[in-house]
């Protein structure tokens, strides 16, 4: 009998420390999912907290500037009006003139048969050709440089040679111009030199009578902003040049470039 209660002791302690082992295990494997939770949770909060935090970068914006001023056409036959208006003075001085001289003369008897003497003047001779009015040619003065608003057919780019209409052809020149510049401009040079805002760059050249892209200047607030319009000036191809009637002229061109550094 003693040694049956001692069995059944022992069975009986043997049993509470297999419950006991059993219910550890499930604490452990409740405490790892639980420890698994609140390590996820706090990842997700440390990448939600990197995605608000605020990095400074700088964004670049090149902006395009075509020429605001309208071309002003002339047209050569415009020039030829002002004609007839100065033989209409010249003829009015000269009646003025003619009237102011005549005085009547009074106190003059009548003679009774009065004797009519005409007399016509002796024709003046002369070796030189008589050159009429109509025959002088007009003589107009172009300039050595005339800027691209002002003169008769502006330089046609290749590629524009399709428009016939001198509006068309300044258009097509501009957007050309503006693709290079957008194209082929660096804009690094601003940040790499520590600039920031609007960088504005005015950049001149001529095409000259034979279509040739020459006489490049170009003017910013950094040296290295000036080397870079000046590069992309010199990238412009070859144009047909601008004309004056049907006499090739040198064309002055303005080329402003302005782009943003944005903090």
């Known amino acids: 009998m003693k040694k049956q209660s ?3 002791n022992t069975a009986g302690q043997s049993g509470i ?8 295990e499930v604490n452990l494997q409740k405490n790892s999912t639980l420890y698994f939770q609140i390590g996820l949770i706090l990842c997700l909060l440390g990448t939600f907290a990197l995605f608000e935090m605020q990095f400074e970068s700088k964004a670049i914006e090149v902006v395009y500037e075509t020429p605001t001023e309208d071309i002003l056409e002339i047209a050569m036959t415009d020039v030829v009006v002002e004609k007839t208006e ?3 003075e010249k003829s009015q001085v000269l009646k003025k003139k003619l009237i102011d001289v005549y005085k009547p003369i009074e106190n003059i008897t009548d003679e009774p048969n009065p004797t009519t003497l005409i007399t016509e003047p002796d024709p003046v001779k002369t070796n030189k050709p008589v050159v009429k009015v109509e025959d002088v040619p007009d003589v107009i003065d172009i300039p050595e440089n005339i800027p691209v608003n002002r003169v008769q057919f502006v ?17 097509c020149l501009n957007d050309k111009l503006g693709r290079l510049v957008k194209k082929k401009f660096d804009t690094d040079i601003a940040i790499e030199h520590g600039l920031s805002g609007v960088q504005r760059i005015n950049v001149e050249f001529k095409v000259d009578k034979t ?6 200047r170009a003017r910013s607030p950094h040296p290295k902003l000036d080397e870079e319009a000046l590069r992309i000036a010199n990238k412009i191809p070859k144009m047909e040049p601008g004309k004056m009637g049907t006499t090739p002229v040198n064309v002055i061109y303005n ?9």
């Open 86 to 88: 100065v033989q209409e």
């Open 211 to 216: 279509g040739n892209i020459t006489d490049i």
């Open 6 to 8: 001692q069995n059944n």
């Open 155 to 171: 330089p046609i780019f290749p590629g524009c040679e399709k428009y016939e209409l001198n509006s068309e052809r300044r258009k």
């Open 17 to 24: 420390e297999v419950r006991k082992s059993q219910k550890h």
């Open 255 to 263: 080329l402003p470039i302005t782009f943003k550094v944005q903090d």
